[in-house]
């Protein structure tokens, strides 16, 4: 197992929990001598490829905190639960409310399908109502407005995206990706600019533009540490400039391949989960 892999989290989570891993190409020879021809750039595809995939990872489970501060100082917290399982070209995730406890009937599921636009749902128990959400639909998590692609880890399969060009940063050599969205695909950022260090090509920071190409939010990985053997993100920070918010997003815990059931991911678990912790809820 390579000592630097990808998973990319949402960015939330997720996204969520990795981040990107290959052999190093370090170009110090071309920058100290301008006459050397510099050295090719890392292949952006496999850099792509290990994010959206995770390196082959078959599943993870990871909890998650997520703090957010305004201007006015006030914070506010959630904890969230992400279960995500790889299926071929297939990746289902759950999602689900930890704390605090009147929001723990709160979950999310979601499949993304090669090429296709992303399905979400989501159910409201007192209704008995299943509701078909896009990828651009904004959640509201206790002072925080995150977008479902957002908590999907960005959804860069659904991007077009660019060779990559060599850029300098603080005097660390980057590597500059543009990602730019399929047609009718349904996200919240049409266009995304990544950044990966050459070194490593692990990930450093995201800039995401709105459809009007408006920057929105700006995030930046803050801490990796390898876990079971993958380099895994665990802290991220987030500045929403819409909304005013510096966002802190925390890996408290995070298990790969334990071999989860098709039958998490299905609408009637979603059903099921919801119904009982409502019940759980009224009862106390």
Do not use: W
């Not at 600019?193 to 050459?198: K, Q, T």
């Amino acid at each position: 197992m390579h000592p630097n892999k990808v998973v990319p989290l949402v960015l939330l989570c997720a996204l969520l929990c990795g981040c990107g891993g290959g052999g190093s190409t370090s170009n110090e020879n071309a920058y100290a001598n301008p006459s050397t021809t510099p050295a090719p750039l890392p292949d952006v595809s496999a850099i792509i490829k290990r994010m959206i995939t995770q390196d082959g990872c078959r599943d993870f489970t990871a909890e998650m905190r997520m703090v957010s501060e305004g201007e006015n100082g006030k914070r506010d917290q959630i904890e969230f639960k992400v279960q995500r399982k790889y299926a071929g070209a297939r990746a289902l995730t759950f999602l689900s409310v930890l704390a605090p406890r009147e929001d723990t009937d709160k979950a999310l599921l979601a499949v993304e399908e090669a090429d296709q636009p992303t399905e979400a749902f989501s159910y409201l128990a007192g209704l008995k109502k299943l509701t078909k959400i896009n990828s651009d639909r904004q959640l509201g998590f206790h002072g925080a407005k995150v977008t479902v692609q957002e908590m999907l880890a960005m959804e860069l399969g659904q991007y077009n995206h660019s060779a990559g060009e060599r850029v300098n940063s603080d005097g660390e050599s980057l590597i500059k990706v543009e990602f730019k969205e399929k047609t009718y695909r349904n996200l919240a950022y049409p266009r995304i600019v990544g950044f990966f260090r050459e070194n490593d090509q692990s990930p450093a920071k995201f800039e995401l533009y709105d459809a009007r190409d408006e920057l929105q939010k700006r995030v930046k990985i803050e801490e990796v540490k390898p876990i079971q053997n993958r380099q895994t993100i665990t802290r991220l920070a987030i500045e929403d400039l819409q909304q005013k918010l510096n966002v802190k997003v925390e890996t408290r815990r995070i298990e790969y391949d334990r071999g989860l059931p098709d039958n998490l991911f299905t609408e009637e678990r979603l059903k099921s989960f919801i119904n009982n912790a409502a019940r759980r809820l009224d009862q106390k």
